[in-house]
């Protein structure tokens, strides 16, 4: 038998994990392939909390570096498997089967219940789970000046450990790859002896609420303007903070171009060409509005945002990094600058704004790619693959 295991809620929208797990779930359903369980936390849709009550409650344990500490290793770690241990105690896993996971947590819990199975590994995460998880619950706790040294030693040895002993990985690609040999000692070594197989990640086709015309009406934006847009974390690994400088330098040159952003975080959008509209559960109304979507992640994984991008065909300009090459290379759509360098982005920007001919040849070319290789049939159909090869090992 096949499983998929992951202690999270799933969800469509999410990256990582949660989004990556729906969309193959999706496609599996859409191919009718039944011969694979997923086993993940049940979503019991909005809890009502005490929410003042927390925040005062956040307000005091976050002053402490052992309370968050302790706190966090119970939730990430020690109770990490609450939502799904019901279920997997009630199955009866054997050498034969084989288990997918995706998160080095995830593989600590498979030790936990000593499940001898063929395990697969597909990490998420475009740094270190320890340093996300520490800035996470910096974040959390509104607390910029916490250490949390060893709760990060913690996680970083379970990250380690999981890169070790595991020996199936899936990766969307082998530039998606990349960013591994940066935060995991030893990475390339270490991959020489595993069996390594490559499913590109799809997404199921992005809706929107608003077409073009109701968007620009509902935030009062004027025909002549030409919108760039970012949706995603407002942080420095997304490179949230060159997307700000870049609308900054853009609008020194040309004022006839506007950016609008969504998403959350600790970099202010502090440009006045740009409309932040923060968190939203309607980015596609963001991207199908625009003339370009920027995606300047200073690391990258495989961005399901840009996969979502190509369902709509908005032209892209990405950083030169991990997915974003191998998307690259299979689209005229998706351009790419130097990793880092602002200069560059806004010459690119301002150049496709001249090009509205190459503009519509992009978009067509990014619908294409899209529907060639990333709609949820094809993940699903290469994920089988995949899983039948290693079953014949058994």
């Known amino acids: 038998m096949n499983y998929i295991v992951y202690s999270g809620e799933l969800d469509i929208r999410k990256g990582g994990p949660a989004g990556y797990i729906a969309n193959l779930q999706k496609g599996l359903n859409n191919i009718q392939e039944d011969k694979i369980r997923i086993i993940s936390k049940k979503n019991l849709g909005n809890v009502i909390s005490g929410k003042s009550r927390f925040d005062f409650l956040r307000s005091i344990i976050g002053k402490s570096d052992f309370m968050v500490e302790m706190l966090s290793m119970k939730k990430f770690v020690h109770n990490r498997d609450s939502s799904i241990a019901n279920e997997l105690n009630l199955i009866e896993f054997t050498e034969n089967d084989v288990v997918h996971v995706h998160s080095v947590l995830d593989f600590l819990i498979l030790k936990k219940y000593n499940i001898r199975a063929n395990v697969i590994l597909t990490p998420h995460t475009p740094e270190s789970i320890s340093e996300e998880l520490v800035e996470a619950a910096k974040f959390k706790f509104r607390n910029a000046r916490l250490t949390l040294e060893k709760y990060k030693r913690k996680i970083k040895l379970i990250e380690e450990m999981a890169f070790e002993e595991c020996d199936h990985f899936i990766f969307p690609s082998k530039e998606s790859m990349e960013i ?55 942080n420095r690994i997304k490179g949230y903070d060159l997307f700000v400088e870049m609308a900054k330098k853009v609008y020194e040159i040309d004022k006839n171009i506007i950016f609008i952003v969504g998403g959350t975080g600790e970099i202010e959008s502090d440009s006045s060409n740009i409309i932040d509209i923060g968190w939203t559960n ?95 049939n094809h993940f699903a159909s290469r994920y089988n693959d995949i899983l039948s090869k290693i079953n014949e090992f058994n």
């Open 180 to 234: 591994f040999s940066t935060f995991i000692e030893g990475f390339n070594k270490k991959m020489e002896n595993k069996n390594i197989y490559f499913n590109l990640t799809s997404c199921d086709k992005l809706t929107y609420n608003l077409n073009k015309n109701e968007f620009k009406e509902q935030f009062k934006i004027t025909e002549d303007k030409f919108i760039i847009s970012y949706v995603g974390r407002h």
């Open 282 to 376: 309607d980015p596609g109304s963001i991207i199908n509005t625009s003339d370009i979507f920027v995606l300047p992640n200073r690391n990258t994984y495989f961005d399901l945002i840009l996969l979502e991008v190509l369902s709509i065909g908005t032209p892209v300009v990405a950083s030169n990094t991990g997915g974003n090459k191998t998307v690259n290379s299979m689209t005229n759509g998706v351009a790419l600058f130097e990793n880092g360098n602002v200069e560059e982005l806004v010459s690119i920007v301002l150049e496709l704004k001249c090009k509205k001919d190459v503009l519509i040849q992009m978009k067509e070319d990014n619908l294409n790619c899209y529907q060639n290789n990333f709609t949820l």
